[in-house]
């Protein structure tokens, strides 16, 4: 069904896929980047604890849920550069 419809299929996007992408896509903003955004993220979730610490709560977000699903994933699969520790 998510084929291309070249191949005969329905050519439907597999949106797991796709939102897996997204939502790593912004651990990497929140881990690389410094805006709004991200300083409420992290004083609001973060707070003292790296990336590997936090866990997913009844009453967290659903953006933050579904970013916390993922976590092992981009842990697993990406690549860090250790600057000064923070």
């Keep these: 069904m998510c084929e291309l419809k070249e191949q005969g299929s329905l050519g439907v996007t597999n949106f797991e896929i796709q939102n897996r992408c997204l939502l790593s896509k912004?651990?990497?903003?929140?881990?690389n980047?410094?805006?709004?955004?991200?300083?409420?993220?992290?004083?609001?979730?973060?707070?003292?604890?790296t990336v590997g610490e936090v866990q997913k709560k009844a009453t967290d977000s659903h953006l933050w849920k579904g970013l916390v699903n993922i976590k092992d994933q981009v842990?697993?699969?990406?690549?860090?550069?250790?600057?000064?520790?923070?």
């Design 33 to 49: 980047k410094d805006g709004l955004w991200q300083q409420l993220i992290k004083n609001k979730y973060l707070k003292n604890k």
């Design 75 to 86: 842990i697993q699969l990406g690549r860090f550069n250790l600057r000064n520790g923070k």
């Design 26 to 31: 912004w651990w990497v903003k929140l881990c």
